[in-house]
């Protein structure tokens, strides 16, 4: 049984197989959450093996503090579990050797051979570590350029994707989303007719595809590109979007794809030449473990006998470039104190509530175990790694997450303590959480779910909001009396909104008297004092939520994302964060009885936000290679529910859809039927569970017959 920890997929504990093994595909977060229930269950040891892809992300900030957490946890309650640690990107491998108690096995064999270059000017380097400034002169660039070209075009990007497309792949790594865009628009410029008739047909009907992704929009970017072979690829697009150009870029439809720098980490897409627009990602130098992350991409096993990458070097870059080419990895350090060792207060608060310690003694034993007791010397300079962990208990103990009993000075975790690590709920979020709730309970709305969205809406995307307050005003006048009320309540009034609409308008209005030397001061801005005790948090969260709340009424992200002056990506970003953040929050509530009327609805809108459309296609968006878009065809044509696709002839189901390949609907088939088999054996598997006689209990004729 293959199963999906990711987002608000999984189920905490995880269901028991009598007669079959699970594999859990997991996040970060997800995995440390489903060990976390394996402990409390105390079935830890039947956990196998675990593997962590991309090793190094242990010095990845929070999420390397996730990492170190869960493995800490497994090395130390179980003696059966396997740990597989994997990376091309790591510097200190004795530190991780030490904390994971691990061998090591290193091996350089690449199955096609990748050679990297630079390139300064007109002129390509080889980087070869033997020579003394790492550069080697491999040729000059040959393409002929005119003084137009070259104003448009100075890095001659142009020159080098031409020398590999269409017959071969490309990758283009941009610094930044937008430069994907226009470096991606400029290349089409100046490409000849042959590429539009390169499997043209196929690129037809990948734009069709795209057009249905979009309920009949499609990027003005994608639309000119495409029918040259070329699309970017960044997180503005939608997840079906991306789907459609992976698969497109994968078969040969098409040729190159601009891309930023997170399409190098944990997506098999790779390319003949892989070029690098610019030593930076933003405004931030290259590391070199994402150098090498992004120039593997070079070369396709079985179908190239060679990779090459080409770093694109201004003058200014050259010594910089040297040191990041060849120079060793970068050292990966424990990240349990980062964010002012957050990562250290909240695994004591899981350890404690999981039982695993109950004394200071015992959290240090634990402690010895991870990989920050290895590298404490570096990272604890100031004062001991004990100092901190004491420090932490009376963080803890201050908010009112863990109790000291007096006799024994036992650790006992709180309701609110047990709620926050179960739900995965950031510790700096954890009392206004208990706070938003409560005041929830007080007057919840529940003749729309404009209230529950804003109670799941993540604090964590709050800080990247910056509402147009025009639109924000728009919005507003559009809810109905009681939804105003309930945003008053918590603490958004009609009145600001609108003041801040007048001020909006007003600035502009300002700019041009001034322009025209006309400008009165203090005409618009006065009596804003009866607003300084608003919370700006609220309101943008607000904001956000007015977001979710478009989007569940009419589930057209497109449309949403036009109304709201938003990125399509940024949108459908806020609806996953929510739909995962809304799980926590409903796990966050089973520990507390007071908020026992959230589980019923809080269950309900994960489904929701999890799938964003109509409650019909909710099942059918369950099946692996069914998107929206696809639903709703399967829908209309008379495939209903999961029962009705199992039972499907792939042949007529082709037939039937349009745009559906009869490989995709042998493949849509059988997921349904796995879906089908899944959650028939997990029925069973409960049934078996309730009919099982305790081992501790005596029989009785009643349970024999039960039995």
Not at 303 to 317: R, Y
Not at 331 to 348: A, E, P, R
Not at 534 to 558: C, G, I, P, Q
Not at 595 to 614: G, Q
Request: glycine content about 6%; proline content about 3%; overall charge positive.
């Amino acid at each position: 049984m293959v199963e999906e920890y990711a987002g608000s997929k999984g189920k905490f504990p995880p269901v028991k197989r009598r007669e079959k093994r699970s594999l859990y595909v997991a996040t970060i977060e997800k995995a440390h959450s489903l060990v976390n229930s394996l402990i409390e269950t105390n079935r830890l040891d039947n956990l196998g093996l675990v593997v962590v892809d991309e090793l190094h992300m242990l010095g990845d900030g929070s999420r390397g503090a996730i990492i170190e957490m869960t493995l800490a946890k497994v090395l130390y309650m179980s003696k059966k579990t396997q740990i597989i640690g994997m990376s091309a990107t790591l510097g200190n491998i004795r530190d991780l050797q030490t904390f994971l108690k691990a061998e090591n096995y290193t091996n350089d064999f690449r199955p096609v051979q990748l050679k990297e270059y630079v390139k300064l000017n007109d002129t390509i380097y080889e980087v070869d570590p033997k020579e003394e400034d790492c550069f080697r002169f491999s040729r000059l660039l040959n393409f002929k350029y005119s003084s137009a070209m070259q104003k448009i075009d100075p890095d001659h990007i142009i020159a080098l994707v031409t020398e590999v497309i269409p017959t071969h792949s490309c990758l283009v790594f941009c610094p930044t989303k937008k430069n994907c865009e226009n470096v991606a628009g400029m290349i089409c410029k100046y490409l000849k007719e042959e590429f539009l008739q390169h499997r043209q047909a196929e690129k037809a009907v990948l734009l069709r595809e795209l057009r249905d992704s979009g309920n009949g929009s499609v990027c003005p970017v994608l639309r000119r590109t495409v029918p040259y072979g070329l699309a970017y690829h960044h997180s503005g697009l939608t997840s079906e979007e991306r789907k459609l150009v992976e698969e497109a870029y994968s078969s040969g439809v098409l040729c190159l794809l601009t891309c930023t720098s997170t399409l190098a980490a944990g997506i098999n897409l790779p390319a003949r030449r892989v070029i690098l627009r610019s030593p930076y990602v933003a405004t931030d130098f290259l590391k070199r473990s994402q150098y090498k992350q992004m120039v593997g991409r070079a070369g396709r096993a079985g179908i190239d006998t060679v990779g090459e990458s080409i770093l694109i070097l201004q003058s200014k870059d050259r010594n910089m470039a040297q040191t990041l080419v060849c120079s060793p990895m970068e050292n990966c350090y424990s990240n349990l104190m980062h964010d002012d060792g957050k990562g250290i207060t909240s695994l004591i608060l899981s350890l404690i509530g999981l039982n695993v310690t109950s004394s200071s003694e015992q959290l240090r034993d634990f402690l010895r175990g991870t990989l920050l007791f290895v590298q404490q010397q570096q990272l604890c300079a100031e004062q001991s790694l004990w100092e901190v962990v004491q420090q932490k208990v009376d963080l803890l103990k201050d908010k009112d997450l863990i109790t000291v009993t007096p006799d024994a000075q036992t650790l006992q975790v709180t309701k609110l303590g047990r709620a926050t690590y179960k739900g995965s709920v950031d510790l700096t979020h954890s009392d206004v959480l208990y706070r938003d709730l409560s005041r929830g309970l007080e007057g919840l709305l529940l003749n729309s779910c404009l209230h529950l969205v804003y109670l799941v809406t993540p604090y964590d995307m709050i800080s990247q909001c910056k509402p147009d307050w025009r639109i924000y005003f728009r919005q507003f006048t559009l809810l109905s009396a009681a939804e105003q009320k309930m945003s008053a309540a918590v603490g958004v009034p009609e009145s600001f909104v609108a003041r801040k609409a007048a001020g909006q308008t007003g600035e502009k209005r300002k700019k041009t008297q001034r322009q025209n030397g006309m400008f009165q001061s203090g005409s618009l801005m006065k009596s804003w004092s009866s607003f300084q005790g608003v919370d700006m948090e609220a309101v943008r969260r607000m904001y956000l939520a007015l977001v979710l709340f478009s989007l569940l009424k009419e589930t057209n992200l497109w449309s949403v994302a036009d109304r709201f002056q938003l990125s399509r990506g940024f949108v459908q970003t806020l609806l996953s964060s929510s739909s995962a953040f809304c799980s926590c929050v409903l796990h966050f509530t089973e520990e507390l009885e007071e908020f026992w009327p959230f589980k019923a609805l809080l269950t309900e809108l994960t489904r929701r936000l999890s799938y964003c459309v109509k409650a019909e296609l909710i099942p059918l968006m369950e099946v692996v290679g069914v998107m929206e878009s696809r639903a709703k065809q399967l829908y209309n044509s008379g495939y209903k529910t999961l029962t009705h696709l199992a039972n499907a002839d792939p042949a007529v189901l082709s037939r039937t859809i349009e745009n559906l390949y009869r490989k995709q609907a042998s493949q849509i088939v059988a997921s349904a039927k796995m879906l089908l088999n899944e959650k028939a054996a997990a029925l069973q598997e409960e049934v078996d569970e309730l009919l099982t006689v305790p081992s501790d209990l005596p029989t009785t004729p009643n349970t024999q017959q039960l039995t």
